[in-house]
DNA sequence: TTGTAAGCGTTATCAG
DNA sequence: CTGATAACGCTTACAA
């Protein structure tokens, strides 16, 4: 900075200006500057900027989907709001691992955060602590139902999970398991939606429900089956946490020769994008997953601006019918 | 700091030294400091340590694919080779735009990175320039037989898609499609040694190759078949430049009634995760992703620790036949 | 093994 | 509108 200062004939301090308050710099000053700025090829160092100015315009996203499906929208809708704000946006993969979380966050609370994204994996109490310290604003993607450490952004998971249930009695299927990979926050909400509207039904049957733990999902659809028909050799649907998951089924489905929808009705979940295009085409609810991108960095952002913002904000779901549970016989 | 050291009662140096470099702190004094950063709550300030010692351990990792199912296992690879090795990785994705590289490379440059690990989209001058500049050492993920700016990983994209053609030709495929979203550095290769041996067998037809353009894959198959029969009724086989492109395009032909791999043989590349899992399963070039991710950085690890490191790494590939190609007749 | 002094590159504050 | 000065929180270099 000191080398473009000396080649304009000013001081440091107006070269600063000039590329941060560009209005309080003379036009004529400015635009040399720039020019300077150019010809060096300087790069301002963004560690001596956070340090004196004490807030480094990142915001850090912490998610355990980073490398699902799930996430590209999210990224999308992330990426576009941020576009021309200042803001820089820095990801973190946290593996549905606590201690993963809390290195992470320590991460980014050495940054100067000016927010803090978190995907709620799991209420543990080392990472909740942590996030109330958090210097910064926080919005956890994570059911609305559920009190935030500071706001939140989701839906209301028990309800869509009870509306999707809710059609596949309207569809017959009468022994219907849940599958998962593993119960966090969101995909326990939607258990327990599910488990309360087939208990109304007076059907609920723990032994139908499945996790397979691990990472990937898709492999693992082949235990899913084993697993549920053993438990109930009729079983006639499967209400799955994630539409990945029932991917993963309807390909083994096929495989084995049981028919989607008759022998077997299928519904996902946060609709993804090639949910539609499958053959059956899968049933699913649909959730504004960019809108949890951009709408959560805006909750930041306006919290940052001192403007009027909701804690909670409920994006709303939606049921999409489609092939997998479109029983021809009824 | 200052507050834990007076807790302790030393100076501030000393904390710096429990923290950085504990075996040049007595054990008495480590755990009394360790202790007092656990009480208080300090967490180290990432700006004023990188502006003071001129290192970030940042790794910054830049790609046009971020929020593609390719991902994940290169992100695990990075993952397990940074744990235990103190850097910090940093994620960006950059939707196949030269500016936005261009842009994000500013961004990690402005904090004395590491190292850069970038997804080479394509050769654009600006960003290649950029990239000459680096302060640190730079792996590019691309072709191998392409010049790197300073380190490169990957494959022969040529030599793995010469390989997937010739199974087809082997299969009895006489009029291949090629369908890609846009011709990056990787596809354009492959491309390459899919024409080169189509000419050799004298059947290369260039109006047979469909581009969808946009972000959206699998929806765009519709799209790809209509283009592809228009220019040739009578085509029987489709070479698609990833498995997220095959995958849609065996979606689409289940729709339409065409059978697979009878009337139109399908081959992937990049094994994905879920390619195998696909009824029928998909045919496709198997490339080592996790190993992308470890030995990328590893480069970037060694390169910083001055140990010896190839400048190119060839990382090879898998042809893997399955049912999207295995003719019954012939 | 511990401490002192100086400085990393930038911006806040206050003066001109 | 521009500049001088001090400070941000930490680490390097050197000294004790």
Redesign the interface.
């Known amino acids: 900075m000191t080398e473009v200062a000396q080649q304009v004939g000013v001081s440091p301090i107006t070269v600063s200006r000039a590329l941060n308050k560009p209005e309080k710099v003379s036009e004529a000053l400015r635009e040399a500057i720039l020019k300077a700025v150019e010809e060096t090829?300087y790069?301002?160092?963004?560690?001596?900027?956070?340090?004196a100015s004490r807030h480094?315009n990142l915001v850090g996203v912490l998610t355990s989907l980073?490398?699902?499906?799930i996430?590209?929208p999210v990224?999308?809708g992330l990426?576009d709001r941020a576009r021309d704000s200042g803001i820089?946006?820095?990801?973190?993969?946290t593996?549905y691992d606590p201690k993963e979380e809390i290195y992470q966050l320590?991460?980014f609370?050495?940054?100067?955060p000016t927010g803090i994204l978190i995907g709620g994996v799991q209420m543990d109490p080392g990472v909740m602590d942590m996030l109330s310290?958090a210097p910064c604003p926080v919005v956890q993607f994570i059911d609305i139902t559920m009190p935030p450490v500071d706001m939140a952004i989701g839906i209301n998971n028990a309800a869509a999970a009870t509306t999707a249930t809710q059609h596949l009695l309207s569809q017959g299927y009468r022994r219907i398991g849940f599958a998962a990979a593993r119960l966090d926050i969101p995909v326990r909400m939607r258990l327990s939606g599910f488990q309360h509207t087939l208990q109304d039904a007076g059907i609920f049957d723990p032994n139908l429900i499945f996790l397979t733990g691990g990472?990937?999902v898709?492999?693992a659809?082949s235990r899913v089956l084993d697993g549920l028909f053993a438990a109930a050799p009729d079983l006639d649907a499967i209400f799955c946490a994630t539409d990945e998951m029932a991917?993963?089924l309807l390909?083994?489905c096929?495989?084995r020769g049981i028919s989607v929808p008759d022998q077997m009705g299928l519904c996902g979940f946060t609709g993804l994008?090639?949910s539609?295009?499958?053959?059956p085409a899968l049933t699913t609810v649909q959730t504004p997953l960019y809108d949890l991108g951009f709408k959560g960095l805006d909750m930041v952002l306006r919290t940052r601006a001192g403007r009027p913002t909701p804690k909670i904000l409920d994006l709303g779901f939606q049921l999409i019918t489609r092939d997998t549970t479109r029983r021809t016989g009824g």
Chains 1, 2 share one sequence.
């Open positions: 090829g790069v301002p160092d963004f560690a001596a900027r956070a340090l480094s980073l490398g699902s499906a996430f590209p990224m999308r990426e820089r946006l820095q990801y973190a993969n593996r320590k991460q609370y050495g940054q100067n310290r990472d990937t898709i492999p659809a991917t993963g390909f083994e096929q495989r994008e090639f539609g295009y499958t053959v």
